[in-house]
């Protein structure tokens, strides 16, 4: 089981990225995929998931510029990150958690059993 989040970059504010992550080893059908950022010198947080029937559900200071959505064919989820802010900068993650499992209110970590390794988001003029 393993999860490889790329996309990351450096990237000036305004612009935007796509975040992939790709999973091996088991089928992200079945899975919701999560997805967190660690800034520096902060604890990592929630942004967005996607359960396995594609029903999004973001964090409230991200809702509107990050989109999350999945294509079960390439066994593959996304984060779009539009309107990139500086506050935005940080490694992003991305996890799964086989569906029908519960999640708090917003999702934690530890709600996840599979992690990939992150991408770096940096945002700068």
């Known amino acids: 089981v393993q999860l490889q989040a790329c996309g990351g970059g450096v990237v000036q504010p305004g612009g935007s990225l796509r975040l992939s992550c790709a999973a091996s080893?088991?089928?992200?059908?079945?899975?919701?995929v999560g997805w967190f950022r660690q800034s520096p010198g902060k604890e990592r947080e929630f942004v967005a998931l996607?359960?396995?029937?594609?029903?999004?559900y973001y964090e409230n200071s991200v809702k509107g510029r990050f989109t999350t959505s999945r294509d079960n064919a390439k066994n593959t989820a996304y984060l779009q990150i539009d309107s990139l802010k500086e506050e935005d900068t940080a490694v992003y993650y991305c996890?799964?958690?086989?569906?029908?499992?519960?999640?708090?209110?917003?999702?934690?970590?530890?709600?996840?059993?599979?992690w990939g390794r992150g991408t770096q988001v940096t945002v700068s003029s």
């Open positions: 080893g088991f089928t992200l059908e079945t899975y919701a």
């Open positions: 996607i359960g396995w029937s594609g029903m999004a």
């Open positions: 996890a799964a958690q086989r569906a029908g499992s519960s999640f708090a209110t917003p999702p934690q970590e530890h709600d996840f059993s599979s």
